[in-house]
């Protein structure tokens, strides 16, 4: 008798343990599934997830940055970052993976590098266009080209907004230099009207030379044009710039009515109408470094 009721209050004792356990896995299933807590032990394991760093658009590897530019491939690149030949803003870089930005200077064995694939256009520039790349100065050249190229070109020397002509742009930093040696430079051929009629011993100075506060001021050429008034002259002259043509005439008191850039080396604006531009031939491009 008092074994089965003994036998019989640990049956009993021991359905109520086991009912209790269950409420009580079932209490912290619940209580999981909310995500409130874990027992001890039970908690699932949290990867930690580590977030890749941005890369910066901006920014680009210097092997690449260099076999862009047309030089060598990359793996050449590197080898010539590896012995010194390359520096960036004036540093000797040697570091592989380095990365620059597209508006550093870079150089290779000393010339300057550029990762943009040259682009050579021509423009015949109309009036009322100031011949610059800041903005804020109204309609500028580069409006009337900007469907050109991707590439960042600039131009090569100046027209006066009311000037008109040929005007050359490029991002070809060789081409720039050849155009601006002061003791080269490259040929440009004008068309000018004056408010008076030039006279021949004023014509014969300015082919001669002369100077103004001291400084020579030299042409490679100038005359009259055949058939047309002594007011209308043809010259040619290496410098870039626009004001050195304003100051020769002012200097022998001759006011300037129309400027016109009709040749640069032996380009000329056939096939180009006023406002229009074209891309240089690669024959065109050939003989410009050829100068």
């Known amino acids: 008798m008092s074994r ?15 009912k209790n356990a269950k409420n009580t896995a079932s209490s912290r299933s619940n209580t999981n599934a909310k995500g409130k807590s874990f027992a001890r032990g039970n908690a699932p394991f949290k990867k930690k997830v580590t977030t890749p760093k941005a890369s910066n658009p901006n920014e680009i590897r210097l ?22 030949l390359v ?14 930005k597209l508006d550093d200077e870079v150089r290779y064995d000393g010339q300057r590098v550029n990762p943009e694939k040259k682009a050579y256009v021509l423009l015949n520039k109309p009036k009322g266009f100031a011949t610059t790349t800041s903005e804020g100065k109204g309609r500028t050249v580069m409006d009337l080209v900007a469907n050109a190229t ?15 002509g040929l005007l050359l742009f490029t ?4 081409i720039h230099e050849k155009f601006t040696n002061s003791k080269n430079g490259v040929s440009r051929l004008f068309q000018i009207e004056l408010d008076k009629n030039l006279k021949y011993e004023d014509l014969k100075q300015i082919k001669d030379g002369f100077k103004i506060d001291g400084k020579l001021i ?18 040619k002259i290496k410098n870039t710039g626009n004001t050195i043509i304003r100051t020769i005439f002012e200097h022998f008191n001759y006011d300037l009515i129309k400027v016109d850039c009709v040749m640069i080396a032996e380009m000329t604006k056939k096939d180009i109408p006023r406002g229009h531009w074209k ?13």
Do not use: W
């Open 87 to 100: 520096t960036v803003n004036g540093k000797v870089i040697t570091e592989m993976g380095y990365k620059v």
């Open 279 to 291: 891309h240089l031939t690669e024959q065109e491009v050939n003989n410009l470094k050829m100068l």
């Open 218 to 235: 030299s042409v490679e050429d100038i005359s009259y044009i055949d058939g047309a008034p002594k007011k209308e002259i043809g010259l």
């Open 171 to 174: 991002n070809d930093e060789s």
């Open 63 to 84: 092997n690449k940055y260099i076999s862009n530019s047309g030089i060598c491939s990359r793996r050449e690149a590197d080898e010539h970052i590896a012995i010194g």
């Open 4 to 18: 089965q009721q003994g036998s019989s209050g640990k049956g009993k004792s021991s359905g109520r343990s086991f």
């Open 150 to 164: 991707s590439s960042r070109i600039k131009p090569i020397g100046r027209l006066g907004r009311n000037s008109t």
